[in-house]
């Protein structure tokens, strides 16, 4: 089974940017749209942007503009840039499958403070 280590969360301030990624344990075949999901405090797990194998991307609406969603097949790894940061968007972050297809990684937090 698959397995996904994300990385690069932290601490910013409002405004400010940080490129997530997601390093799968093996190849993933193109067919697959790889997504990348958010849980803040409280809330339930959302795709925030998935991405297919030729690289066409979708962004939920609050992510839409500040977020960009990446993959590079050859390193097995995907990225997410986020810019403009937001306290809302303060949550630990996953990627898998846009339907996911295997177990849940640990997730990177990320913290937006003012």
């Known amino acids: 089974q698959v397995q996904f280590v994300e990385s690069g969360g932290g601490l910013v301030q409002p405004g400010g940017s940080l490129r997530l990624s997601c390093e799968a344990s093996r190849s993933i075949p193109n067919i697959y749209v790889m997504g990348w999901y958010r849980q803040g405090p409280g809330k339930q797990r959302e795709l925030v942007a998935d991405?297919?194998?030729?690289?066409?991307?979708n962004y939920a609406d609050s992510v839409k503009g500040r977020f960009t969603i990446s993959r590079d097949n050859a390193k097995n790894t995907m990225y997410l840039q986020m810019s403009s940061l937001k306290p809302g968007d303060t949550a630990v972050y996953y990627c898998?499958?846009?339907?996911?297809?295997?177990?849940w990684g640990q997730g990177t937090q990320v913290t937006v403070f003012s």
């Open positions: 991405i297919t194998g030729e690289g066409r991307t």
């Open positions: 898998n499958g846009a339907v996911p297809f295997t177990s």
